[in-house]
């Protein structure tokens, strides 16, 4: 795992999570609620699959010499699909993605929010055609969040969708070698 990563996600936890515990934002604001409709789950469900293929798929033809070993994927593995997804999501469909909607409404919010999600990961040192993946994931779990009417279906995709480039991927393009 990069040293980076939990500096990054440190801020993106401690910002809406500060917000709420001082008041300024309520964990429903942030869409931290549970989904009533089970269409949102079905959604979530068929999107699964798409998310984590398109994941997979880009981890083989772009992501080339990631790797690990046994140790770092105990450690990855929790962080992955945990730990940065919450975060993320936490932050950017949470936090940012409300802010916005409350000025410039759905649409332009979720563009906006897509872009700074993509460019986010490009500063983190992806590589350009990573910051147009985290784009158009970002504009796939922004609209899921903001139509569901809650984070947690896009915190799930986001989980497939690191699942597919960081611990499948890798380990397909390793297959026969030793971890």
Avoid: C
Wanted: hydrophobic share 60%; proline share 5%; charged share 10%.
């Amino acid at each position: 795992m990069r040293w980076d990563i939990p500096l990054r996600v440190m801020p993106m936890t401690i910002i809406p999570i500060g917000l709420v515990m001082l008041s300024f934002q309520s964990a429903d604001d942030l869409g931290l609620v549970i989904v009533n409709h089970n269409s949102w789950w079905l959604i979530t469900a068929v999107l699964i699959v798409p998310v984590f293929i398109t994941a997979f798929l880009f981890s083989l033809r772009y992501i080339s010499g990631y790797g690990f070993s046994k140790g770092a994927l105990a450690l990855e593995l929790p962080f992955y699909l945990i730990l940065n997804p919450i975060a993320e999501e936490v932050f950017f469909r949470g936090l940012l993605l409300h802010l916005l909607n409350d000025h410039f409404g759905i649409g332009v919010s979720v563009a906006i929010v897509s872009v700074i999600f993509g460019f986010h990961h490009w500063i983190a040192g992806f590589s350009m055609k990573f910051l147009l993946l985290a784009t158009i994931g970002g504009l796939v779990f922004g609209v899921v969040a903001m139509l569901s009417g809650s984070i947690l279906p896009a915190i799930i995709l986001h989980s497939v969708a690191d699942l597919g480039l960081f611990v499948f991927g890798p380990l397909y393009s390793r297959r026969g070698k030793p971890l």
